[in-house]
C-alpha cells in the first residue's frame, strides 16, 4: 500500500486505515497556521518540513463550541467528544487513498463538512471516507475556519487587504482545493478528475467554490446534499448572504464588544476570549456566514449557479424530507429543484441528478426524538456507508440502503454519473437526469432506491393522501386513529405480507401532522406480544388494540391475545410509546374479566376516558353461535385495570338481532367508541363483514341505535357510479373507527392484499354528518386523506386502485383473482402491483383533478394480449384505448385522446387474452 508519499512540503507518511487496503493520511497541513499575526487573513501557504511528516492522528478541529456538552439531537449523533483538541491552527486535511503507487491517477473526491458555517469538523465519525475509498477513489476532507474566525469583516480589514476583505472561510477551502490539485498525484489521484462534496453549509461551500473563477479548471463534479436552501420566511440571513458594507458594520459592533479598539488589539486577545465574546455578540447579532465580498464571491452564488456562471461539470444534488419544513412545504426540496430547473435552462446540455432521502431512521429513545423523521444531515450515515459508528438501531435494510447510496456517490465522483454497478458488482436501477421535461428523482427508501418521475404521490414537495395511506409494503388493519397534540395516532394490528394467519406482527405505531395527512411517518415497534406474560414465547398474536388517556395523564393500550379470553392493557408515558405490560383487567377479587363463569370471551375492546372512569367496549359474535350474546359494555376504575361495573350488552349479535333496529346489520366485533357533541357513536364491523356501521346513543351505556353504513371495503350499497348491490372490490373482514382531524371527520378501515385475509392495509375516508348526527355511508377511493381529487401530473402506482372486479363482481376475496400483490413480500420493501388481470377486469382510481388530460400511459408485465379501454364512467364512452402485448419486463404503452378537464375517476377496463399485471399509471399532456 502506498503508506510513504512525497509532497509539495515534504516527505509524509500514512497509517492503515480499518481495511489496511487503504491508507489515511491524517492531519495534513495545507496552508500555513492563520494564528497570530495571520488571524483574520487570506491563508498563506503551507511552510515546507524536514523529514517524514508523521500523517498518523487527525489535528486539532477548529475553534468553535465545545462539542459534546449540549442535548440537541446533533450532539447525541456525533458530536459527543468533549476532550477533542480545538485550535485556530486548523487548515488541515485528510486523505483516504486505496493507491499502492502514485502512478493509479484515481478519481478524487473533496469534502466540505457542514454546521452552519459555526461547527464541524474533519473528524466526526460520519464523515469516514474508508467505504468510498474502498470503491477506488481518493478521498480528501479540508478543514476551515468558522464562526467569528472564518467569516469576520471589518473596515480594518479590508483596508489591509482589499483582495481578500473576508469570507476567510471560503479561502481556506480554495486553498485546500488548489493545495489538492496541486498534491494529489503523490496519493494516487488524478488531479484532472477532482469532484467537490459537501452537505448543508458544505453544500454552500460548494456552490460557493464551484462558481468561484479560480476553480474553474479544477472541479470538474459536485455534489450538494441539503445545500441550496431559499427560505420563504427567513428568521435571519444565514441564506442571504449579506454585503460588505453590511457585515463590516456588524464586525465593529463585534469588535467593539470585545473591548478592543481595533483589529490589532482584537488579533492580541485569546481565542477562548474571542469565541466567548462571540456567544454572546449572537444572543441580539446574526451569525457570521460568507458574504458577497465583491473578490471571491460577488454575487448570491445561487443566482450565479442558476445563471450558469461555473464550468459545463455534472450536478447531483437533493435533500431529506424532513427538513426545513416551511407551512408543510420542504424549503431544500423546493429550493434544490428550482435551482435544477433553472441551470439546466442556462447549460441545456447540463446534467443534473437530483435525489430525496426517506427511509425511516430508528428513534434514539432520548427526549421526543422517539421518531426523528429524515432529519436534517443524517443522510451523511448513508452516503459514507458509516451506519455501524452510529448509535441509533439500524437494521439490515437500512445497511443495504447506504450501500447503494455510497456506490452511487462513488460511480459520480468517478465518472460524472451515479449509474452503473455497486461494488458488489449489481447494476444499480437507473438514476436519470432531472430536467422539467423529465423530472427523474432518486428516492432513498427503506425498500432501497426507488426511480421515481416528480409527481404522482409525491406533488412537488408535498405528499399527497392516497389509500392504502401508509407505505406499500406495510400493512396495519383495525386501525384506531386518535389526534394527540398535533399529530394524528394509528394503533392497529400488525399482519405480515403474505401470512398463514392475522397479526403475526408485533404492535408498530405511524403518526402524521394534523396538517398534513399524506406525511405519515414510522413510530416504530411499541410493543412486542412476547411482553405479555402470558406469552413468552410469542405463540399468541396480538389482535386488534386500542389507546385511551387515562385520568393520570398516560396513555393505555388495551388488547387481547389470540388464545385467551382476557383483556391485557399496556402503559407509556408518549402517545407512540415504547409501552409496557401493566395488567390484565379483573374484577375487584382479582379475577380476571372473562374467566369468571358467565364471562362472555372478551376481543377486540374499545376504550374511551372521562373522568375517573375508562368505559370499554368488547365482544366477538359469530353466526350461529348462541353462546356469544352480543358487545359487551363494561366499566373500570381510575387505575384503568378493575372492574366498577359488570358487563352489560349494547348491541346484539346475529343470533339475538331479530326484531330490533340491528336486524341484517348485527354485530359482529370490532368494538370502537367515539363522541362527537353529546352522542356517542358505537362502531363495529357487521355480521356480513366488509362492513363498518354505527349506532348510536346519548350514554356511552346505551342503549344504542343502529345508524348505519360508513363504509364498505367491497363498496356494497353504494349506488352512485354502479350498481348498489355490485361489489368493486374484494372485501372480507373489516375494522377501524372515526376521528375528527382539523375540522373534518374521517372514517379509517382496511383493504385486504395477496388475495387473503391476512395482509390487510389501513385505508381512510372523509365523512360528513347529517343535521341530526346521521353518517351518510361513504365511497371507497384512492384519494382518502387528500382532501380532494389527486393532481393529474405524473406517475402513479396502480396499487392505489381502490376498484378491482372482473364481470362476476365477486364480493370476498377470491386467492385467483385480480389482486395487489408486492414484489419479494414481507420485510422486503418490494414495489406492489396488480397481478392477474383477466378479460373483462376492471380497475378504478377515484379520484383525479384532470387539467386537459390528453393521455395515458402504463406498465405492464407477464404474458397476455389485449386492450386496456380508458374510462372515466363505468357505463360511459372510452376516451381512448391502450394496445398491450405481455412481456416479462415492465414495458410501457399509451393512447392519446381530446383533452379532459374536472373531477373524475379514471377505469382501466381489459379485454384480451391471458393474464397481465399492471404496475403505474402515467398521466400525459400536450
Known amino acids: 500500500m502506498l503508506r510513504l508519499t512525497e509532497v509539495e512540503n515534504g516527505r509524509i507518511r500514512g497509517v492503515a486505515g480499518s481495511d489496511p487496503r487503504v491508507t489515511v493520511f491524517k492531519g495534513v497541513p495545507y496552508a500555513a497556521p ?21 500523517a498518523n492522528s487527525f489535528a486539532p478541529i477548529p475553534y468553535q463550541d465545545t462539542p459534546g456538552l449540549g442535548t440537541d439531537i446533533y450532539c447525541r449523533e456525533w458530536h459527543v467528544d468533549p476532550e477533542i483538541p480545538m485550535s485556530e491552527d486548523c487548515l488541515y486535511l485528510n486523505i483516504w487513498t486505496p493507491a499502492k503507487s502514485k502512478d493509479e491517477k484515481l478519481p478524487v473526491l473533496v469534502w466540505y463538512y457542514g454546521g452552519s ?24 476532507s479540508v478543514a476551515y475556519r468558522l464562526g467569528c474566525f472564518g467569516n469576520l469583516a471589518h473596515k480594518e480589514l479590508t483596508e489591509e487587504s482589499p483582495d481578500a476583505p473576508g469570507n476567510f472561510s471560503l479561502l481556506d477551502q480554495k486553498a485546500g482545493l488548489h493545495w489538492v490539485y496541486r498534491n494529489i498525484a503523490a496519493f494516487g489521484g488524478n488531479p484532472d478528475n477532482i469532484k467537490i462534496a459537501g452537505q448543508s453549509a458544505g453544500g454552500a461551500s460548494v456552490m460557493n467554490q464551484l462558481v468561484c473563477e479560480d476553480n474553474k479548471d479544477i472541479i470538474k463534479g459536485a455534489v450538494i446534499l441539503s445545500g441550496i436552501i431559499s427560505l420563504d420566511k427567513p ?10 458594507s453590511s457585515a463590516e458594520e456588524l464586525g465593529e459592533k463585534f469588535i467593539e464588544s470585545l473591548g478592543a479598539c481595533g483589529i490589532e488589539e482584537a488579533r492580541s486577545l485569546s481565542s477562548k476570549k474571542i469565541l466567548e465574546g462571540y456567544n454572546k455578540y449572537l444572543l441580539n447579532n ?3 456566514v460568507p458574504i458577497i465580498d465583491g473578490v471571491f464571491c460577488k454575487e448570491k452564488p445561487l443566482d450565479a449557479f442558476v445563471n450558469g456562471k461555473y464550468p459545463d461539470v455534472p450536478v447531483l444534488a437533493g435533500n431529506t424530507v424532513d427538513e426545513f419544513i416551511e407551512d408543510n412545504i420542504n424549503m431544500v426540496e423546493k429550493s434544490v429543484k428550482e435551482a435544477l430547473k433553472g441551470a439546466k435552462k442556462s447549460k441545456p446540455d447540463g446534467d ?20 426523528p423523521g429524515c432529519f436534517h444531515s443524517v443522510d451523511l450515515w448513508f452516503f459514507f456507508e458509516t451506519l455501524g459508528k452510529s448509535h441509533r438501531a439500524y437494521e439490515g435494510r437500512h445497511y443495504d440502503l447506504a450501500a447503494q447510496m455510497c456506490d452511487y456517490f462513488a460511480n459520480f465522483v468517478k465518472t460524472g454519473n451515479p449509474n452503473g454497478t455497486g461494488k458488489g458488482g449489481k447494476e444499480l436501477p437507473n438514476w436519470g437526469t432531472y430536467t422539467s421535461e423529465n423530472p427523474n428523482e432518486m428516492e432513498f427508501t427503506s425498500r432501497g432506491a426507488v426511480p421515481k418521475k416528480e409527481g404522482g404521490i409525491r406533488q412537488n414537495t408535498r405528499r399527497q393522501g392516497i389509500n392504502p395511506y401508509l407505505p406499500n409494503w406495510e400493512y396495519i388493519p383495525d386501525g384506531e386513529p386518535y389526534v394527540f397534540g398535533d399529530r394524528v395516532y ?14 403475526l406482527g408485533d404492535y408498530v405505531c405511524w403518526s402524521a401532522p394534523v396538517d398534513d395527512l399524506g406525511n405519515w411517518k414510522y413510530e416504530g415497534v411499541i410493543f412486542k ?6 406469552n413468552p414465547d410469542g405463540h399468541m398474536c396480538l389482535y386488534a388494540p386500542d389507546v385511551t388517556v387515562g385520568p393520570d395523564g398516560r396513555y393505555y393500550l388495551y388488547y387481547v391475545l389470540d388464545k385467551v379470553s382476557v383483556v391485557s392493557v399496556a402503559v407509556s408515558d408518549r402517545p407512540a410509546g415504547p409501552y409496557e405490560f401493566y395488567g390484565y383487567v379483573h374484577y375487584e377479587d382479582g379475577v380476571k374479566l372473562g374467566d369468571k363463569a358467565g364471562d362472555e370471551p372478551q376481543f377486540d375492546p374499545g376504550v374511551m376516558t372521562e373522568g375517573d372512569e375508562v368505559y370499554m367496549y368488547t365482544g366477538f359474535c359469530g353466526q350461529g353461535d348462541k353462546s356469544r350474546s352480543g358487545a359487551m359494555f363494561t366499566v373500570l376504575d381510575k387505575d384503568m385495570l378493575t372492574v366498577k361495573k359488570a358487563p352489560k350488552i349494547i348491541a346484539p349479535g346475529s343470533e339475538y338481532s331479530k326484531g330490533t333496529s340491528f336486524e341484517g346489520h348485527a354485530f359482529f366485533e370490532a368494538s370502537s367508541i367515539r363522541k362527537r357533541g353529546d352522542i356517542y357513536y358505537f362502531v363495529y364491523s357487521s355480521e356480513v363483514m366488509h362492513e363498518l356501521c354505527y349506532a348510536t346513543s346519548k350514554s356511552p351505556e346505551g342503549p344504542f341505535e343502529y345508524g348505519g353504513v360508513i363504509v364498505s371495503n367491497c363498496d356494497m350499497h353504494i349506488d352512485t357510479y354502479k350498481k348498489a348491490d355490485e361489489p368493486t372490490a374484494y372485501g372480507a373482514n373489516n375494522h377501524g373507527s372515526i376521528v375528527e382531524i382539523g375540522d373534518d371527520w374521517y372514517i379509517f378501515y382496511h383493504r385486504h392484499t395477496n388475495g387473503t385475509w391476512f395482509s390487510r392495509q389501513g385505508c381512510a375516508e372523509k365523512i360528513s354528518f347529517a343535521q341530526d348526527g346521521s353518517i351518510p355511508q361513504v365511497e371507497i377511493t384512492s384519494c382518502g386523506l387528500n382532501g380532494g381529487p389527486l ?18 363482481h365477486k364480493m370476498y376475496v377470491d386467492p385467483g383473482a385480480p389482486r395487489v400483490v408486492q414484489v419479494g413480500g414481507d420485510e422486503s420493501y418490494g414495489e406492489s402491483y396488480i397481478k392477474d388481470i383477466v378479460d373483462g377486469t376492471t380497475i378504478g382510481f377515484k379520484y383525479f383533478d384532470f387539467e386537459k388530460l390528453t393521455g395515458l400511459r402504463i406498465k405492464t408485465r407477464a404474458y397476455f394480449n389485449g386492450d386496456f379501454e380508458i374510462l372515466t364512467d363505468l357505463d360511459g364512452e372510452p376516451l381512448g384505448k391502450i394496445h398491450a402485448i405481455g412481456s416479462n419486463i415492465w414495458t410501457a404503452d399509451e393512447c392519446r385522446f381530446d383533452a379532459v378537464s374536472g373531477t373524475h375517476a379514471l377505469y382501466l377496463r381489459y379485454t384480451g387474452t391471458g393474464n397481465s399485471s399492471l404496475l403505474s399509471i402515467e398521466f400525459l399532456h400536450d
Request: proline share 8%; net charge negative.
Open 34 to 54: 492563520p494564528v497570530g499575526k495571520n488571524r483574520w487573513k487570506a491563508p498563506n501557504p503551507c511552510n515546507d518540513w524536514n523529514g517524514i511528516y508523521e
Open 529 to 534: 406480544k412476547t411482553q405479555d406474560p402470558l
Open 490 to 503: 394509528v394503533y392497529g394490528s400488525h399482519d405480515i405480507y403474505g401470512g398463514e394467519t392475522f397479526c
Open 791 to 808: 393532481s393529474d401530473k405524473g406517475e402513479y402506482p396502480a396499487y392505489i386502485a381502490c376498484n378491482i372486479f372482473t364481470k362476476e
Open 286 to 288: 446574526p451569525m457570521m
Open 235 to 244: 428568521d435571519d440571513q444565514l441564506f442571504v448572504p449579506k454585503t460588505l
Open 117 to 140: 458555517f459555526q461547527w464541524g469538523y474533519t473528524a466526526e465519525m460520519e464523515l469516514d471516507g474508508e467505504a468510498l475509498a474502498k470503491r477506488g477513489i481518493v478521498v480528501v
Open 352 to 371: 443534473f441528478f437530483y435525489y430525496r432521502f426517506c427511509p425511516d431512521i430508528p428513534g434514539d429513545g432520548a427526549g421526543d426524538e422517539a421518531y
